[in-house]
């Protein structure tokens, strides 16, 4: 059944929505597909998740049988922006 989660949300412990992610990812392993977009390389994510067993559980359902794509370059944004002549740069 297809969803979005998109964390954090404001006010909500870290703790409770690592927990939220490993109960959709639990719950949706070799059973569908699951598509997850994040800033931070995955080689990060232990750090950030932070309870080294959640994130070991997230990681072995999600790498397992995975198709990673790894985008580099500039963003979009700031492609379009440059563009459009809207790239400031501050002064340091």
Not at 38 to 46: E, F, I, K, N, R
């Amino acid at each position: 059944m297809p969803g979005r989660f998109t964390p954090p949300e404001q006010g909500r412990d870290i703790l409770e929505i690592v927990e939220d992610i490993l109960e959709i990812v639990e719950d949706r392993h070799n059973r569908g597909s699951t598509i997850v977009t994040s800033q931070l390389p995955v080689d990060h994510w232990h750090e950030a998740i932070a309870n080294p067993t959640i994130a070991d559980a997230i990681l072995d359902r999600l790498v397992h049988n995975a198709h990673r794509l790894t985008l580099k370059g500039e963003s979009m944004r700031k492609t379009a922006a440059k563009r459009a002549g809207l790239d400031v740069k501050q002064d340091a």
